[in-house]
C-alpha cells in the first residue's frame, strides 16, 4: 500500500524533487492542458492535497519546475572572478540549459498553451527569465559601483547581455532548424557572444 502522508523531515526535500521529476516527465509527454492534477497525483505517488499544499495548483507546480531550471543560472554568477569570466561561465550555463531538448519543448508547450492559460505565462517569467534578469541587473550594478561598466541602467544591460546570448541561433534551435549544440559549440558560442557584448564590433583605430 502506497502511504501519501508527510514524509519524515529528513525526506521532505527528496519527496519535492521526485513529485517535481514526474510532473516535468508528463508535461512534456502530455503538454500543460491535457493533464490533470489526478494523473500527476497518481503518477508521483502523492495525494492531490500534497501537491495542492506545496505547490498551489498546476501552475505552482510548472512555475517550481522553471525556478528549478533557473536556480542553475543564478548559483553561476560569483563575485570571485573578473567580470568577464563571470559573464562568460553564466552565458555557458545559460545556453547549456536553454537548448536542453527538455527546455525547448518545455518552452514550446508555453507559447502554445499560455493564451488559454496566462497564469502559466505568469509562473514561468516570474521563476525563470524574470529571476535571472534580476540576478544579471544586481552583478551589473555592483560592477558598475566598481567601475567595470559604464554608468547605463543595469537592467537595460542584463537584458541587452540576455538578447546577445540568445541570438538566431537559439531561435533555430527551437524550430528544429538546428540540432541541439554540443559543448564545446556552446562554449564558443558563449565566449563570442560575451566578447561582443563587452567589446563591439568596431576595430579601434
Request: hydrophobic share 35%; with cysteine.
Given at each position: 500500500m502506497i502511504?501519501?502522508?508527510?514524509?519524515?523531515?529528513?525526506n521532505e526535500s527528496l519527496s519535492r524533487d521526485r513529485l517535481l521529476d514526474a510532473a516535468?516527465?508528463?508535461?512534456?509527454?502530455?503538454g500543460y492542458g491535457n493533464l490533470s492534477m489526478e494523473t500527476i497525483a497518481r503518477h508521483a505517488q502523492?495525494?492531490?492535497?500534497?501537491?495542492y499544499s506545496q505547490f498551489g495548483g498546476k501552475?505552482?507546480?510548472?512555475?517550481?519546475?522553471?525556478?528549478?531550471?533557473?536556480d542553475q543560472f543564478v548559483i553561476s554568477l560569483s563575485d570571485e572572478a573578473s567580470p568577464e569570466q563571470v559573464l562568460s561561465e553564466f552565458a555557458q550555463t545559460f545556453l547549456y540549459n536553454i537548448t536542453k531538448p527538455d527546455a525547448v519543448r518545455i518552452r514550446a508547450i508555453l507559447i502554445a498553451e499560455?493564451?488559454?492559460?496566462p497564469n502559466l505565462a505568469t509562473e514561468f517569467?516570474?521563476?525563470?527569465?524574470?529571476?535571472?534578469?534580476?540576478?544579471?541587473?544586481?552583478f551589473f550594478a555592483t560592477q558598475q559601483r566598481a567601475g567595470y561598466f559604464i554608468e547605463i541602467n543595469p537592467r537595460f544591460?542584463?537584458?541587452?547581455?540576455i538578447s546577445t546570448l540568445r541570438g538566431e541561433r537559439l531561435q533555430q534551435v527551437q524550430l528544429g532548424l538546428a540540432a541541439t549544440p554540443?559543448?564545446?559549440e556552446i562554449k564558443i558560442w558563449a565566449q563570442q557572444a560575451t566578447h561582443l557584448f563587452l567589446y563591439g564590433c568596431i576595430v579601434n583605430r
Open positions: 502511504k501519501c502522508g508527510r514524509p519524515a523531515k529528513g516535468l516527465e508528463l508535461f512534456l509527454e502530455h502523492v495525494s492531490m492535497r500534497t501537491i501552475a505552482g507546480l510548472f512555475g517550481s519546475l522553471i525556478r528549478r531550471c533557473s499560455s493564451p488559454r492559460f517569467y516570474e521563476q525563470g527569465p524574470l529571476r535571472t534578469l534580476e540576478q544579471l541587473t544586481q544591460l542584463a537584458e541587452q547581455f554540443s559543448e564545446q
